[in-house]
């Protein structure tokens, strides 16, 4: 790549040398997560397989299955094969009963010897039937955006819901979409990140937010299926798939047909003291079954900045994009499926600070260029005065038109205030509106001068040279320093190191060679 790039001129070597630089730096985490295992993992290939259910105090049958094997011989080998062997040898009916028995204290596991080509052959096929149905989720999103259509104009609207009881969710999201939101997202329970196991059920108790369930998603994605029709759009769901569960809820959201899914390791590291090999592994195995299930995903690169400067702490956000394409790239995820966050988070008393914002933003636009990217609207400075609150967001609405932003979430004049009633939703999606009618093709006629063009410069070359240090140290020694977020993240340390294992030679997994090949036809079917 060499010349100059876009509205912004970008060094096209400069620009190919920070991508060189990313995947240096990324290398060593994937082969971290290539050579281990975790918990999280086991369950989540254990869920496909097609176990269900809790135990009377709402611990899932699937945690109760795989602390029995872990008990007996660890899961460096994979927990597949020790519990097909047990379910062909001793004649079991199902996973859910022969989790049932282990949690009794009635069945023990072994690595199978004798039993391996039969216990080989009944986790496939298990497995398979999972993948499979995932498949077809897949082929029924496509076959009802071509029903229903896509939204008529970018970006898309994005809308947060979250009362905590799915059965008020529903209702609220579905006046959401007639009123314009293009994508609800179904905000989780705070601290429900850091469960390591995955409520079973609806749902009706949630504290800022509804627990991730199953049944929640299956609720939500059926309601919303009603709207799209009703509308005559396909309206898109989005939750999150991070945290100590993250590979499960992968699984669960392509089972359930969810269409986008927040998944960013680094957001459980820096906000939620997630250990970071832990998180890393579990990331880039929902990752693998976010491309399979062709579900769009969102980083969090816009939290940085809820903590850090968002004008000296710029290019940390350029590096963790780069960082994240890499990421999703290895793991088989198209450019169309990559949210790539950043946010409209610069102190509004800072001088030009609408420029700066509008180069930050076409920076990002511009090194992403067939990406959707996911833009977030300020929150770090919202005062409570909702005056004020409401300019700014028009503000960051219109730094989204004028860059040609992919999925925008409104913003909220009540932001820090309350959580958001009907009435504030409807005032800012008005905002929203007036501002795509508006402006909505600006970016066709926007064109940046010098200051804006100078800033996106500064910005590339403080994150080449930020990835020129994290290729030297490594990237968890990076995140252990506080380069992200000015968080101190250390590698032996934080939430969910002691589910993480060293895979040993025999280690084998079911779902790994499908995860990792890919769909039989992977055509490039876009969700818009």
Same mark, same amino acid.
């Given at each position: 790549?060499?010349?100059?790039?876009?509205?912004?001129?970008?060094? =096209?070597?400069? %620009?190919?040398?920070?991508?060189?630089?990313?995947?240096?730096?990324?290398?060593?985490?994937?082969?971290?997560?290539? /050579?281990?295992?975790? %918990?999280?993992?086991?369950?989540?290939?254990?869920?496909?397989?097609?176990?269900?259910?809790?135990?009377?105090?709402?611990?899932?049958?699937?945690?109760?299955?795989?602390?029995?094997?872990?008990?007996?011989?660890?899961?460096?080998?994979?927990?597949?094969?020790?519990?097909?062997?047990?379910?062909?040898?001793? =004649?079991?009916?199902?996973?859910?009963?022969?989790?049932?028995?282990?949690?009794? *204290?009635?069945?023990?596991?072994?690595?199978?010897?004798?039993?391996?080509?039969?216990?080989?052959?009944?986790?496939?096929?298990?497995?398979?039937?999972?993948?499979?149905?995932?498949?077809?989720?897949?082929?029924?999103?496509?076959?009802?955006?071509?029903?229903?259509?896509?939204?008529?104009?970018?970006?898309?609207?994005?809308?947060?819901?979250?009362?905590?009881?799915?059965?008020?969710?529903?209702?609220?999201?579905?006046?959401?979409?007639?009123?314009?939101?293009?994508?609800?997202? #179904?905000?989780?329970?705070?601290?429900?990140?850091?469960?390591?196991?995955?409520?079973?059920?609806?749902?009706?108790? *949630?504290?800022?937010?509804?627990?991730?369930?199953?049944?929640? +998603?299956?609720?939500?994605?059926?309601?919303?299926?009603?709207?799209?029709?009703?509308?005559?759009?396909?309206?898109?769901?989005?939750?999150?798939?991070?945290?100590?569960?993250?590979?499960?809820?992968?699984?669960?959201?392509?089972?359930?047909?969810?269409?986008?899914?927040? @998944?960013?390791?680094?957001?459980?590291?820096?906000?939620?003291?997630?250990?970071?090999?832990?998180?890393?592994?579990?990331?880039? +195995?929902?990752?693998?079954?976010?491309?399979?299930?062709?579900?769009?995903? !969102?980083?969090?690169?816009?939290?940085?900045?809820? /903590?850090?400067?968002?004008?000296?702490?710029?290019? /940390?956000?350029?590096?963790?994009?780069?960082?994240?394409?890499?990421?999703?790239?290895?793991?088989?995820?198209?450019?169309?499926?990559?949210?790539?966050?950043?946010?409209?988070?610069?102190?509004?008393?800072?001088?030009?600070?609408?420029?700066?914002?509008?180069?930050?933003?076409?920076?990002?636009?511009?090194?992403?260029?067939?990406?959707?990217?996911?833009?977030?609207?300020? /929150?770090?400075?919202?005062?409570?005065? #909702?005056?004020? &609150?409401?300019?700014?967001? =028009? +503000?960051?609405?219109?730094?989204?038109?004028?860059?040609?932003?992919?999925?925008?979430?409104?913003?909220?004049?009540?932001?820090?205030?309350?959580?958001?009633?009907?009435?504030?939703?409807?005032?800012?999606?008005?905002?929203?509106?007036?501002?795509?009618?508006?402006? &909505?093709?600006?970016?066709?006629?926007?064109?940046? *001068?010098?200051?804006?063009?100078?800033?996106?410069?500064?910005?590339?070359?403080?994150?080449?040279?930020?990835?020129?240090?994290?290729?030297?140290?490594?990237?968890?020694?990076?995140?252990?320093?506080?380069?992200? *977020?000015?968080?101190?993240?250390?590698?032996?340390?934080?939430?969910?190191?002691?589910? %993480?294992?060293?895979?040993?030679?025999?280690?084998? @997994?079911?779902?790994? @060679?499908?995860?990792? !090949?890919?769909?039989?036809?992977?055509?490039?079917?876009?969700?818009?």
């Amino acid at each position: 790549m060499s010349g100059k790039l876009g509205k912004l001129q970008l060094d =096209g070597r400069l %620009v190919a040398r920070a991508r060189r630089l990313a995947g240096a730096a990324g290398a060593p985490v994937v082969e971290l997560a290539r /050579t281990h295992t975790t %918990v999280a993992v086991e369950r989540a290939t254990l869920r496909l397989a097609g176990i269900t259910g809790a135990d009377p105090d709402g611990i899932p049958w699937v945690n109760r299955l795989v602390d029995a094997v872990r008990a007996d011989v660890g899961i460096g080998h994979g927990v597949a094969l020790p519990v097909f062997d047990a379910l062909v040898r001793d =004649g079991h009916a199902d996973l859910t009963l022969l989790a049932q028995k282990a949690a009794a *204290g009635s069945v023990h596991f072994a690595v199978p010897t004798a039993q391996l080509v039969k216990a080989r052959r009944a986790a496939t096929a298990a497995v398979n039937a999972g993948v499979r149905r995932i498949d077809a989720r897949r082929r029924e999103r496509e076959r009802l955006i071509r029903r229903h259509g896509d939204p008529p104009r970018r970006p898309w609207i994005y809308l947060i819901v979250a009362t905590g009881d799915i059965f008020e969710d529903i209702p609220q999201a579905q006046a959401a979409a007639r009123a314009g939101a293009d994508v609800i997202a #179904v905000i989780r329970s705070t601290g429900q990140s850091l469960l390591d196991y995955v409520p079973e059920g609806a749902t009706r108790e *949630g504290f800022a937010g509804t627990y991730a369930t199953q049944e929640n +998603f299956r609720l939500m994605r059926a309601a919303l299926d009603d709207t799209s029709k009703e509308v005559g759009r396909y309206v898109r769901l989005t939750n999150y798939a991070s945290g100590l569960c993250m590979p499960e809820i992968a699984a669960l959201a392509g089972l359930e047909r969810l269409d986008m899914m927040l @998944n960013d390791s680094m957001y459980g590291i820096l906000f939620r003291d997630i250990n970071p090999v832990r998180t890393f592994v579990d990331q880039r +195995f929902s990752r693998q079954i976010h491309a399979r299930a062709g579900i769009v995903i !969102n980083t969090g690169e816009d939290n940085y900045l809820t /903590t850090a400067d968002a004008v000296e702490a710029a290019h /940390t956000v350029t590096v963790s994009q780069l960082l994240n394409e890499y990421f999703a790239h290895e793991a088989g995820l198209a450019d169309w499926q990559l949210g790539l966050g950043h946010a409209f988070e610069i102190d509004p008393d800072v001088p030009e600070s609408f420029r700066l914002e509008l180069a930050h933003a076409l920076l990002a636009r511009e090194l992403f260029p067939d990406a959707p990217l996911k833009w977030m609207p300020p /929150t770090r400075h919202m005062t409570g005065d #909702v005056f004020r &609150g409401n300019l700014l967001d =028009g +503000f960051f609405n219109l730094a989204g038109m004028l860059t040609g932003q992919g999925i925008l979430l409104v913003g909220m004049m009540t932001e820090a205030v309350v959580t958001p009633w009907l009435s504030d939703r409807d005032i800012a999606l008005q905002n929203v509106r007036y501002v795509q009618r508006a402006a &909505g093709n600006l970016h066709e006629d926007f064109v940046p *001068g010098a200051f804006i063009k100078n800033r996106a410069d500064v910005v590339l070359r403080q994150a080449v040279q930020l990835l020129e240090r994290i290729g030297r140290d490594g990237l968890l020694d990076a995140i252990g320093d506080g380069t992200f *977020g000015i968080m101190r993240r250390p590698a032996d340390r934080g939430k969910g190191l002691e589910g %993480v294992a060293k895979r040993e030679p025999t280690y084998w @997994n079911p779902t790994q @060679n499908l995860l990792e !090949n890919g769909p039989a036809a992977q055509q490039e079917t876009r969700t818009g």
